[in-house]
C-alpha cells in the first residue's frame, strides 16, 4: 500500500535532538508494514509498538481520552482500507451511534464525543448528525417535524422576497391591483393607454429605493457567485459537469449564496463561502432519506448560517487585525504549536521564517477544505463541528497537530521546501490526524 | 427578463447636438441586452455610442443616414416576441395605422418599431402592436417643430411585455408604462 511519507526509519525519534516529542505519532507511524492491521480492541499504543528499528520510546501513553479509541482504519476513510472490514471497536461504534440517534432524546454531549472521532460513512447519518451538532434540530425528536417546516417555509419565504426578479415583482403588482393588461392579438384596435408611473419604479432608475436598481447593483455579487460555484470541486460530478443534477446543485448553492449576501449586507458574499458551503449541501443532499434530500437546499441554507457565524469575522477586512479576527486567530494558532513543540515553532517561525500567514490563513478560513480530499474533509468537519466550544478551538488543534505530524520534514526543510510543504499538505490517515489533535487538545487542559 | 431599448430620429449632428443629460445619465451601459434603432442616427459617433450602451445594436435605414449600409426592414425573436424594425418613411401615409399594419403583416411580427414622426405612439391591431419611440434627441420633424424628447424601453419577460416610455417634458424625465400579453406561442393570424 503505496504511502508518500518518508520512510519509516527517518520518523525515528533517534534522529531527534531534542527529547522526543510529547506525540506519539512517530511510534504509532511504526507500525504499518510490518504489522498487519490487526483489528483488536486493544486500546494503548504499547500493544502496537514493533519491536524492530530503534525502541526508544517504548513508553505506553494510555490514550487521554476515556473513549475507545478508534486508531485503527475506520470503515470511511478513502485511503488506508487495510482492514479486512470494519473492526468490532468501529462496529461498536457503529451500534453505540444509531442507538444515541433512535433515542426520543439525544443526548448531544454524548453525541459530540462520538462524533469527535468521525463519522462512519456506511450509516448515512452524517447528514443528521451535522443538524444536530449545528442546533438545526433540536435533541427532542418530536420537535424535529414542526423545526423543519418552520424553517424550510423561512427559506421559502426569503427566496421570494430576495430571489424574484423585478420584472415578476411589477407583474404581481400590476395582477394584484387587478389592471387589465392588453391582448396582443384581439380584434379591436386603439390607442394603448399609458399609465404614469414614479421615478422609482422603471429599469433605468437610479433611485436608492428602486427595485431595479438594487436589483442591477447585485449583479456583479451574482456574476461573482456564479464563477465560484462554477470553479467549486470540477473534479466530484455532483458539484460539476454537464448533467442537471450537478447544474441543480449549482443553482441551489448559488441561491443559498446569494440569499446569505442580501440578508447580510455587513459582509455580502466574500470568496471561499462557497468552499465552506460545499460539504454541508453535498451531506445534506446525498442524505438517504429521501424527504430530507429534497429539502436539502433550505437545511444547508441555516446550517451554513450557523456554521459562518461563529467565523464571521474573518471575512470582514476591518476586523483583520482586531481581537476576533483572523489575524489573531493565527497568532493563537502559533502560540499553541509553541507550546506543544518549541523547536519545531523556533525552526519554522524564526530560522526559516515561515509567517504562519502564509499556509494558516487558507487553513483556518477556508476549514481546511482545500487542504485535503473532499472526503477526507467530511471527516475532519465531524470532528469540527462536534467540538461544544464551536469549531474554531479544534481547528486550531488539527491545524497545530498537522504541523506537528510533519516535523520531520519541516526542521530538515529551508523557506522553500516548508512552504511547498505547508501550501501542498501531504495526504495524511484523517483518523490519525484527529486522534493526535485530540490528544494535544487533552493536553493542554491537564 | 430582457430590456430592449428602441430609440431614433436622433439627427445628429445635423438637427440636435446630442441626446439630453438627463437621458445619458440613465442610460448606463450593463442593464440593457438589446438596442433596436429606428434609423437617422446619423453619423457615426452615435453608432458607436449606443455600441457602448449595449454590444448587442439592430439598426435600420432612415433617409438622413449617413451610413448606407443599414438594411431598409429588420426582424428579430426576443424571447417569445418577433420583433420588427423599419424607419418608417418608406410607409406612406407616414405615421397611418392601416399601412404600418399592412408592413407588421408583411414582415409577421408581434411588435413593429417605426419611427419617422418623431411623436410617440403606440397601438394595438389584429396583427399586433406598433410602437414609435418617438426622437431621442427632440429633433424636429418636417410635419412637427415642437417634439419632447422620448425613447421606449421594454422589458420582455416569456410571454408578457412591459413598455417603459420615457420623455423629457419641460426638463423633467416622465416615465409611463404598458402592459401587454400574448396568451400563445404560435403566430396564426386570428
Known amino acids: ?446 | 427578463m430582457v430590456l430592449v431599448l428602441a430609440l431614433g430620429d436622433l439627427h445628429v449632428p445635423h438637427r440636435a447636438a446630442d441626446l439630453p443629460p438627463k437621458f445619458k445619465s440613465m442610460l448606463v451601459p450593463g442593464k440593457i441586452q438589446h438596442i433596436i434603432c429606428t434609423g437617422n442616427l446619423c453619423i457615426k459617433e452615435i453608432h458607436d455610442y449606443l455600441k457602448t450602451i449595449c454590444p448587442d445594436l439592430h439598426i435600420v435605414r432612415g433617409e438622413f443616414d449617413e451610413d448606407a449600409r443599414y438594411p431598409e426592414n429588420k426582424t428579430l425573436t426576443i424571447g417569445q416576441f418577433k420583433l420588427g424594425l423599419c424607419h418608417g418613411h418608406q410607409v406612406i401615409p407616414w405615421g397611418d395605422l392601416d399601412s404600418l399594419a399592412m408592413l407588421q403583416r408583411q414582415l409577421d411580427v408581434d411588435i413593429l418599431v417605426t419611427g419617422h414622426t418623431h411623436q410617440f405612439t403606440a397601438y394595438k391591431h389584429e396583427g399586433g402592436v406598433v410602437i414609435n419611440p418617438g426622437s431621442a434627441t427632440g429633433a424636429y420633424s418636417s410635419i412637427n417643430q415642437d417634439v419632447n424628447p422620448s425613447f421606449v424601453l421594454m422589458d420582455i419577460d416569456g410571454l408578457r411585455v412591459v413598455v417603459y416610455v420615457y420623455e423629457l417634458i419641460d426638463g423633467e424625465v416622465k416615465v409611463d408604462k404598458i402592459d401587454f400579453k400574448k396568451t400563445s406561442t404560435s403566430n396564426s393570424a386570428p
Open chain 1, 1 to 446: 500500500m503505496v504511502r508518500k511519507k518518508v520512510p519509516e526509519w527517518m520518523n525515528s525519534t533517534m534522529w531527534s535532538t531534542a527529547p522526543p516529542p510529547p506525540t506519539n505519532d512517530d511510534d504509532f507511524l511504526r507500525r504499518s508494514p510490518s504489522t498487519k492491521i490487526s483489528s483488536t480492541g486493544s486500546n494503548s499504543v504499547a500493544s502496537r509498538l514493533n519491536p524492530a528499528p530503534p525502541p526508544s520510546t517504548a513508553s505506553s501513553v494510555p490514550s487521554p481520552s476515556p473513549r475507545p479509541r478508534n486508531g485503527n482504519n475506520p470503515g470511511g476513510s478513502g485511503e488506508y482500507g487495510n482492514s479486512v472490514g470494519p473492526s468490532a471497536e468501529d462496529l461498536s461504534r457503529q451500534a453505540h451511534l444509531t442507538a444515541e440517534l433512535s433515542k426520543k432524546v439525544i443526548n448531544m454531549k454524548e453525541l459530540r464525543s462520538l462524533a469527535l472521532q468521525s463519522l462512519p460513512d456506511s450509516l448515512g447519518i452524517r447528514s443528521t448528525v451535522w443538524k444536530l451538532l449545528l442546533g438545526y434540530l433540536p435533541p427532542e425528536r418530536s420537535l424535529w417535524s414542526m423545526e423543519l417546516k418552520q424553517k424550510r417555509s423561512q427559506y421559502k419565504h426569503y427566496k421570494d422576497e430576495l430571489l424574484t426578479s423585478p420584472s415578476e415583482i411589477t407583474w404581481r403588482l400590476v395582477r394584484s391591483k387587478g389592471f387589465d393588461n392588453y391582448e396582443l392579438k384581439s380584434e379591436s384596435r386603439c390607442m394603448l393607454s399609458r399609465s404614469r408611473i414614479t421615478d422609482e419604479d422603471h429599469p433605468l432608475s437610479l433611485g436608492k429605493a428602486s427595485i431595479w436598481n438594487t436589483y442591477f447593483q447585485d449583479t456583479e455579487t451574482i456574476e461573482q457567485i456564479d464563477r465560484d460555484v462554477k470553479r467549486t470541486h470540477p473534479d466530484i460530478p455532483f458539484f460539476s459537469g454537464e448533467s442537471s443534477f450537478a447544474h441543480s446543485n449549482q443553482e441551489s448553492m448559488k441561491n443559498i449564496l446569494l440569499v446569505f449576501a442580501k440578508l447580510n449586507q455587513g459582509i455580502r458574499y466574500v470568496q471561499g463561502m462557497n468552499e465552506i458551503l460545499a460539504p454541508i449541501f453535498y451531506v445534506f443532499r446525498n442524505d438517504p432519506d429521501e424527504d430530507s434530500s429534497s429539502h436539502a437546499e433550505a437545511d444547508a441554507f441555516f446550517c451554513f448560517v450557523e456554521l459562518l457565524s461563529g467565523f464571521r469575522d474573518f471575512y470582514c477586512q476591518q476586523l483583520d487585525n482586531s481581537v476576533v479576527g483572523i489575524r489573531s486567530a493565527i497568532t493563537r494558532l502559533s502560540q499553541l504549536v509553541k507550546k506543544h513543540d518549541e523547536e519545531l515553532w523556533r525552526h519554522l517561525e524564526i530560522t526559516t521564517k515561515v509567517n504562519p500567514q502564509f499556509y494558516a490563513f487558507r487553513w483556518i478560513t477556508l476549514l481546511l477544505t482545500q487542504e485535503f480530499s473532499f472526503f477526507d474533509c467530511l471527516h475532519i468537519w465531524d470532528a469540527l463541528l462536534s467540538d461544544p466550544e464551536g469549531p474554531l478551538e479544534s481547528l486550531l488543534g488539527i491545524c497545530c497537530a498537522m504541523l506537528v505530524l510533519v516535523r520531520r520534514r519541516l526542521i530538515a526543510g529551508d523557506f522553500t521546501s516548508n512552504m511547498k510543504l505547508l501550501q501542498h499538505y501531504p495526504t495524511t490517515n484523517i483518523s490519525h490526524l484527529l486522534y493526535v489533535a485530540n490528544k494535544l487538545r487533552s493536553k493542554m487542559l491537564v
